[in-house]
């Protein structure tokens, strides 16, 4: 049964605007969020389709532009066990998102038909949104889509994440609930903890921090900041982890809140990134990324292991992208397997998942750790995979385990970030006509077109002391992305300005 008219007739509600070209890329579709109104309807449908596909399996839905401005918005959809969409889909999405008004419901129909879909089979979609003011409108052409269908969906409402089925409870309070009791068997026994400053970017994180605090009580109290979901402009503006790890400075509104040595992180727009910070005793801000994070929480499964004796058995291993701060790398290097991947989640989780157990993080705050079952050998690593969210990594279950791993090495922030110095490092983003025209190899690390750009890169990078840099097109924003960091500071800001340069 397929039911043209009234796809046709939804459809017409929702037409497509004919001189935008849509990609579903490294984070779904992503752009303002004024001219996703068509993509959204179109996205209804294709979630109902995948779950059919997937024999009635729930599909999630996740409407947000994370750390991306106020007006832009974007859609993903994840898979059943809480992975990014299959890549043969994404190219299915695609083509759907820009068939023209008149040729959707034929487009739509021969894509049925080759992907052999069964329309008896039942779909379970949920879905949910950030707080951004063009959800609530991009949320109703999505329900439409699956009117269209008469598929079924769930509102997850405003939410940190589509999909959790695989984590147990497919409810947020068990969520919660599964996730706080990990976190007390974990630090039982240990000093109490003091508070953690969180930013919540005005965004979506702050109720879920609100209502984690409900269940952690005293055992880790919050000082939360930039809660505000409510006021236009707020989100990620000068706040979240995007911020703080771009112009590399505190949130501005956290300026004279921070104590010196006290532990503050920042979460993004939809709260899957991370990222610590704290004022030292000189007064100078340090910052705890998404390497830090990974060399804490990667060497702490490594003591787990060896003390369990399935050093032999069980083969550790941590995922970069080449964002990662060179020193990081060289860290981790000399203490065990490290591999590097193109950015995005899809790609690290995948590389994680060759080791048994893979610790995956973005130098920007993204990622999780990875573990097996045969890990459940031991108590600790046991209530470790209650405690994480194994498939998307999610802001807030990454900050309890950091909190874990500092309760159990009795670390200040101090302590943490004089694990390995960071090398100075500057990330600009550069406008061009064409971002396309840049294709690299070598997991981003080296371009291959424009034609000679690579050599000239490199001629500029060796003239400076522990130089390293590298371009790429960005996946969620029309722009590419120059990475540079050098020995000294002053030499690090010049090697990115002078590539930028380069590339414009
Ligand atoms: C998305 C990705 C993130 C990546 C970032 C890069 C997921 C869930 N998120 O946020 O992993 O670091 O894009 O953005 O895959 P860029 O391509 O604009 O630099």
Redesign the pocket.
């Known amino acids: 049964p397929f039911p043209s008219e009234e796809i046709q007739a939804y459809s017409d509600l929702h037409p497509k605007p004919r001189n935008v070209v849509y990609s579903y ?3 779904g579709f992503r752009t303002l969020g004024s001219v996703l109104d068509s993509v959204l309807f179109r996205v209804g449908i294709l979630a109902a389709l995948r779950s059919k596909k997937l024999d009635g399996k729930t599909i999630g839905v996740m409407i947000t532009a ?2 991306n401005p106020e007006e832009d918005n974007g859609v ?1 959809l994840v898979d059943p066990r809480g992975e ?1 969409l299959e890549a043969a889909w994404e190219h299915h999405a695609t083509l759907l998102a820009n068939s023209p008004n008149e040729e959707f419901v034929s487009t739509l129909y021969d894509f049925i038909r080759d992907t052999r879909i069964d329309m008896s089979k039942p779909s379970r979609v949920v879905y949910a949104r950030d707080t951004r003011p063009s959800g609530e409108s991009l949320v109703k052409a999505f329900e439409d889509g699956l009117k269209s269908l008469g598929a079924e969906g769930r509102d997850a409402a405003i939410n940190t994440k589509g999909t959790k089925e695989e984590y147990g409870e497919d409810s947020e309070d068990g969520y919660y609930q599964k996730m706080s009791e990990a976190f007390r068997k974990l630090v039982s026994g240990r000093p109490r903890i003091p508070p953690l400053v969180i930013d919540c970017a005005n965004g979506v994180g702050a109720h879920a921090a609100q209502k984690l605090a409900q269940y952690l009580g005293e055992t880790l109290p919050f000082v939360l900041h930039n809660t505000d979901t409510v006021t236009p402009g707020g989100l990620n503006h000068e706040c979240g982890a995007d911020y703080v790890k771009t112009s590399q400075r505190p949130p501005p509104s956290l300026i004279g809140v921070l104590q010196k040595g006290q532990r503050a992180c920042s979460l993004d727009g939809d709260a ?1 990134r991370l990222m610590y910070y704290f004022i030292d005793e000189r007064n100078y801000f340090l910052m705890l990324d998404g390497d830090k994070i990974a060399t804490l929480v990667a060497s702490f499964i490594v003591d787990l292991v060896r003390l369990a004796g399935l050093s032999d058995s069980v083969r550790v291993g941590v995922v970069q ?1 080449a964002y990662a701060n060179g020193a990081s790398t060289k860290y981790l290097s000399d203490r065990l397997p490290v591999k590097c991947t193109p ?4 790609h ?1 989780h995948h590389a994680a998942e060759q080791f048994n157990i893979g610790v995956y993080f ?1 130098a ?1 705050g ?1 990622g999780t750790p990875s573990t097996p079952a045969q890990s459940t050998a031991l108590k600790h690593l046991r209530n470790l995979t209650e405690l994480v969210n194994q498939t ?2 999610d802001a807030l279950s990454d900050m309890l385990l950091v909190e874990v791993v500092l309760a159990h090495k009795a670390y200040s922030a101090a302590e943490w970030n004089s694990l390995y110095t960071d090398l100075p490092n500057r990330l600009v983003k550069v406008h061009v006509p064409n971002r396309h025209a840049f294709k690299t190899e070598d997991a981003e690390r080296r371009l291959v077109t424009p034609q000679g750009l690579q050599a000239k890169i490199e001629e500029l990078v060796n003239r400076y002391e522990s130089g390293r840099s590298f371009v ?6 029309d ?1 590419v ?1 120059v990475y540079a960091e050098a020995g000294l500071r002053s030499q690090a800001d010049e090697l990115a300005y002078r590539v930028g340069g380069l590339v414009f």
């Open positions: 890329g490294t984070a994370s750390h993903k990014m899957d992208t950015t995005g989640v899809k690290l973005e920007n993204h998307v990594g790429r097109p960005s996946g969620t924003e722009v992305r």
